[in-house]
């Protein structure tokens, strides 16, 4: 399985981009993809997350209202919508998938895409 994430960028305070994650070699329907990021000098921490099945969705506090993840499972791709960025959002941003698992904790996921950076000004 490879994940490839892009749709990073530079966007003013306010602002809005969507990142999408593409999933090759497996069917996305049978895995939990999550969200992660982390900023220069920081931990990798949790954004968002959706089950495989009914596509339930979870959010780290500091993005609930703000972003907004979903899954096209015919095009193997995960998006996840933000909006209203602000600088405490830059940071790179990456997609990891799972079969198993649904956990907040980076270390419990199987799969990673690159990464994409996402740089929001004041």
């Known amino acids: 399985v490879q994940l490839q994430a892009s749709g990073g960028g530079l966007v003013q305070a306010g602002g809005s981009l969507r990142l999408s994650c593409a999933l090759s070699g497996g069917a996305l329907s049978n895995y939990g993809v999550g969200w992660f990021r982390q900023a220069p000098g920081k931990k990798r921490e949790f954004v968002a997350v959706?089950?495989?099945?009914?596509?339930?969705?979870y959010y780290a506090d500091s993005v609930k209202g703000r972003f907004t993840i979903s899954r096209d499972n015919a095009k193997n791709t995960v998006y996840l919508q933000m909006n209203s960025l602000n600088p405490e959002d830059t940071a790179v941003y990456y997609c990891a998938a799972d079969p198993k698992t649904l956990s907040r904790s980076s270390d419990d996921w199987a799969y990673w895409g690159q990464g994409t950076q996402v740089t929001v000004s004041s």
């Open positions: 959706i089950t495989w099945g009914i596509s339930n969705t």
